[in-house]
């Protein structure tokens, strides 16, 4: 997860890692993409779990996404032991990564964005 905190009335927020679709790419090739600019691994075993469409307000401004989601294992196998992996902006800047358990959202809980993630990832889980 990416862990964020809004600047206007600073709260954190957490939402997968990945970010934009360029011009004719496929959702599936970017997010593989963006995951190995991040991580520096590649993503093995993609599957869309969905796809949320979500309107919110960050940093003061209203904005509108179509979010694609998946899941996927990352090649390398050791960033699954470290709590806070290692991670970069596109531009070369630290970007906040973190593990978290599923059981850390909901009511009461840590904010995950996209809405509908939360229910999603459930749905599209062995367990439920």
Request: proline share 7%.
């Amino acid at each position: 997860m990416f862990e964020g905190r809004d600047p206007v009335d600073g709260s954190t927020f957490y939402r997968p890692l990945g970010g934009g679709v360029e011009w004719r790419e496929l959702s599936r090739v970017a997010v593989a993409r963006e995951l190995r600019e991040e991580l520096g691994t590649d993503l093995e075993d993609v599957r869309l779990l969905g796809v949320l469409e979500n309107v919110f307000t960050y940093a003061g401004i209203d904005l509108h996404e179509i979010a694609f989601i998946y899941e996927g294992r990352l090649s390398d196998g050791s960033l699954y032991e470290r709590d806070r992996p290692p991670a970069v902006e596109a531009g070369g800047d630290p970007l906040t990564a973190v593990w978290m358990p599923v059981e850390r959202f909901g009511p009461g809980g840590a904010t995950l964005y996209p809405d509908g993630l939360l229910e999603l990832v459930r749905e599209g889980t062995p367990s439920g």
